[in-house]
């Protein structure tokens, strides 16, 4: 029943995604890594919103609906597809990647590395009971009351919770936190019948799993070698910070990590191959991401620009800039979006959908900063790595991939800088409980960047698998 | 200097290595100058320390730490130490390895009778102490010992003690230890990973990571002097081999992890793992609350207790699926109109119950309650419904 809890959604998420690829105007065959990879994230969002439903619905928690509605988007999804496809079928590759006799070693050692770190953390997931603070205060406390009680029993804000006598209404001090992370956890449970802790949070070590299947699907997509794209997997799930959140699951920043992170991929993959469903795909992910967690607004945001800068010349972001920087000053840089909210600036605050303002307050965390990105060891070297590669893609860089690699790192810089650097949420850098669960949520991205720029700087262009011409 | 052209990468590599460790050893010695480059150190017997307070017993070179009074255990070396300016580092074997910072080290110099001295181990250092973190450390150390707190541990084992002196040799080897320190997991996992010890003087990413990069700069200065092109697979090789290292040590830590993960929770079941874990007492006392004393459906409980304290967060989950409040110091007038259970985890100052009007009180206020279970770890009262309340607006 718990292989059935954990492999459904993952089916069902891989299915439509493999659906939503087929619209490619590009592709020849199923990329099977990278439906799989994404496919995970897409099908437990797939999975939470349908328990929500059911219960909305139906009043009560109902595995068996929740089931039977996967099994039918299964199908469904299933039916697309095979429309889709039917003058080729579903040409899923069964040939394994062509490599070097001199580099079988290394991808070996590669390859065993990424077991060991997977299989160190799965121990840990499955044997210890739940160990960290938010898991237990927000994330799993939630799901734990739920599934104890058998109801989706709302939280409320302190105040309010004190003037109600219902006692099916619980407060939390972050009650304001988005649900889905929560539905995950709770899912698994619902169908084994039983409290424990590992059950409800072992799908965050499934999620490091699909982060990796959809990086090396993505690495492969632009025709990258599959050395390099082995690489890419190791590098990611070697990296410290990542290795807790696997072996520690319960935390929303790994799950954010996969849409936010995965959706930057997206993007990036797009911006090389002007594939316009990766542009679908990553803008669909970010904004997933928005229900994960509050931070997913800022990304999506981010993502937003991202692509607004892959089709527009700098000569026009230039303008772009001047037009928002004389529109502060003139005082018309506050829009009010309809049920998304403010955005803009004013009055010495930023106003962000769903994050709310975000008071300037200048903070002296460079200290910490530097710390945190390089003598701390929760990234191992690849914030060294990632400078010294920009570096490089500045003077020996392809063109397209210069121009992607320096708009994200811009883009991200700038949002580093806003959040911790102008503003009160530098506390959160200088006693390091909040800046590297960010940077977390967009870890697969920087990975990918890492990738890009190496690619660019040492090997010739490669034809993208996926533009071939069939 | 042909050899250098020769094979440019492994000279790279090799210059790299020599100039940073030139440049760090300078920065080590101009931090704490040593005056030597090695030197002898200066083992402790372990027979020549005493209880002072609490007890145990010695086995073979072994010194166990199992009887407390009133929570605590010290162990003295009324023996002291001559001209301790002589030592830098004191290391030692202590079992359990577990988190212990609430282990400090005392100390009292003859020059200044009276005043004594404490210095905790660092965060995840469990070891070694650096003794010159302490400005009083030197002279003549007059006594000196180890404070035990119950709560760590019920026995502690101390075997191994030996002054060290702070030579270079020393200071290097105390850095290699630092890296290799064990990182157990623990709240701090989820946001950063230190990399060994906690403060340690020289991250090992700061020198790997230079590492890299000096060599890979070195390489591609050679070959341009060469007028070859950069291989970029023996640049891949320098980057992985880099990473490697780095991560070579953080298997190891999590190995050592697996293993202890393994000997405390494998094979057990939900309820067993906690009576295992570091929370044991509090999930026992939890359960008993939940499954004895308080009735099956859920009620409100207020906790009450210092702000910030783990086990005051960690009591919703705990007792769950009962509907915890965990937000205030003092009670609230909305406790009584709402009914339940108030559960006090700590003493507070100013909060009291008095017995004769069966109230709690804080300030003029008061509510009324009856006492339903009294422990070390809590006191729970039902709010009664009778009222009688009062507390200021």
């Given at each position: 029943m718990l292989i059935l809890a954990y492999l459904l959604p993952w089916i069902t998420g891989t299915i439509w995604l493999v659906w939503l690829e087929s619209f490619s105007a590009q592709r020849q065959q199923v990329n099977l890594p990278r439906a799989v990879g994404y496919g995970f994230f897409l099908g437990y969002f797939i999975c939470s919103a349908a328990i929500y439903c059911v219960y909305a619905i139906f009043g009560h928690l109902s595995a068996t609906m929740v089931t039977g509605l996967l099994l039918a988007l299964s199908a469904l999804g299933l039916f697309l597809s095979w429309q889709k496809y039917r003058n080729g079928w579903l040409a899923i590759p069964v040939k394994a990647p062509v490599i070097k006799r001199q580099d079988k070693w290394l991808l070996l050692l590669l390859l065993a590395l990424t077991t060991a770190h997977l299989a160190v953390a799965a121990y840990d997931a499955y044997n210890r009971p739940l160990l960290p603070w938010d898991a237990w205060t927000t994330w799993t406390y939630r799901a734990k009351i739920w599934f104890l009680n058998q109801d989706l029993s709302p939280f409320i804000g302190a105040e309010a919770w004190l003037n109600t006598s219902n006692p099916g209404i619980y407060t939390i001090p972050a009650h304001g936190y988005p649900l889905i992370v929560s539905l995950i956890q709770l899912w698994p449970v619902m169908l084994q019948g039983q409290w424990n802790d590992a059950v409800a949070v072992f799908p965050g070590l499934l999620a490091g799993i699909a982060l990796i299947l959809a990086l090396y699907g993505q690495g492969r997509s632009l025709g990258w070698p599959a050395l390099l794209a082995i690489a890419g997997v190791y590098l990611l799930v070697s990296i410290p910070l990542l290795n807790a959140h696997l072996a520690l699951?319960?935390?929303?920043d790994l799950w954010l990590g996969g849409f936010a992170g995965l959706g930057f991929v997206a993007l990036l993959q797009w911006s090389q191959s002007q594939d316009r469903t990766q542009l679908l795909t990553g803008l669909l992910f970010l904004g997933l991401g928005a229900f994960i967690k509050r931070e997913g607004s800022l990304w999506l945001m981010m993502g937003l620009l991202f692509a607004i800068m892959q089709v527009l010349s700098w000569k026009l972001l230039l303008a772009m800039a001047a037009t928002a920087a004389l529109a502060i000053f003139s005082g018309y840089s506050l829009l009010n979006l309809p049920w998304l909210g403010q955005i803009g600036y004013a009055d010495g605050a930023f106003y962000l959908p769903r994050l709310g303002a975000i008071t300037l307050q200048p903070q002296d965390v460079s200290f910490a900063v530097i710390n945190n990105l390089f003598s701390n060891s929760s990234w191992n070297l690849l914030y060294f790595y990632l400078f010294a590669s920009l570096l490089l893609v500045l003077v020996h860089g392809k063109q397209r991939a210069r121009h992607s690699a320096l708009s994200f790192i811009l883009l991200l810089t700038t949002i580093i800088a806003t959040v911790f650097f102008l503003s009160a949420e530098g506390e959160w850098v200088k006693d390091s409980t909040a800046f590297g669960r960010l940077l977390l949520q967009v870890l697969p991205a920087l990975i990918f960047v890492l990738l890009l720029n190496w690619q660019a700087v040492f090997h010739q262009p490669a034809q993208p698998r996926e533009v071939e011409k069939r | 200097m042909k050899w250098l052209l020769r094979l440019p990468m492994f000279s790279a590599l090799l210059l790299a290595a020599l100039l940073l460790g030139g440049a760090l050893t300078a920065f080590l010695n101009l931090q704490t100058p040593a005056k030597e480059i090695t030197g002898k150190s200066t083992p402790v017997a372990i027979e020549s320390f005493r209880f002072m307070k609490g007890g145990g017993e010695q086995k073979q070179g072994i010194l166990i730490i199992n009887q407390y009074t009133n929570g605590k255990a010290i162990i003295s070396n009324l023996q002291g130490l001559e001209n301790s300016d002589r030592f830098r580092y004191l290391q030692f074997q202590l079992t359990p390895a577990m988190l212990a910072d609430d282990l400090p080290l005392f100390f009292w110099r003859s020059a200044k009778t009276g005043e004594i001295f404490t210095m905790a181990l660092e965060e995840n250092v469990l070891d070694h102490l650096d003794l010159k973190r302490h400005r009083q450390w030197g002279g003549h150390i007059s006594e000196y010992g180890f404070i035990f707190t119950e709560n760590s541990s019920q026995s502690w084992s101390l075997q191994g003690l030996e002054f060290f002196p702070g030579t270079l040799e020393q200071s290097w080897l105390s850095i290699v230890s630092d890296w290799l320190e064990f990182e157990v997991w623990s709240q701090h996992s989820i946001n950063f990973i230190y990399g060994g010890a906690a403060n340690g003087r020289l991250p090992a990413t700061l020198v790997v990571g230079a590492w890299v990069l000096l060599s890979l700069l070195l390489y591609s200065l050679l070959m341009h002097w060469k007028k070859h092109p950069v291989n970029a697979r023996k640049i891949a090789a320098v980057v992985l081999l880099g990473w490697m290292l780095l991560d070579a040590r953080w298997l190891f830590n999590l190995l050592q992890q697996l293993q202890l993960t393994h000997n405390v929770y494998?094979?057990?079941s939900l309820a067993e793992k906690y009576e295992s874990g570091l929370d044991a007492d509090y999930y026992r006392y939890f359960q008993h609350l939940k499954k004895q004393i308080l009735p099956a459906s859920p009620q409100f409980v207020y906790v009450l207790g210092k702000k910030t304290d783990y086990f005051r967060a960690k009591t919703p989950w705990w007792l769950a699926p009962h509907n915890v409040f965990n937000q205030g110091s003092y009670p609230k007038l909305a406790y009584e109109k709402k009914g339940g259970y108030i559960l006090i985890l700590h003493p507070i100052s100013g909060l009291e119950f008095d017995q004769h009007s069966q109230t709690l009180r804080w300030g003029d206020a008061r509510l009324p309650v009856i006492p339903v279970y009294l422990d070390p770890l809590g006191a729970l009262y039902k709010i009664r419904e009778d009222g009688g309340s009062h507390t200021p607006p």
């Open positions: 699951p319960g935390y929303a | 494998a094979g057990k």
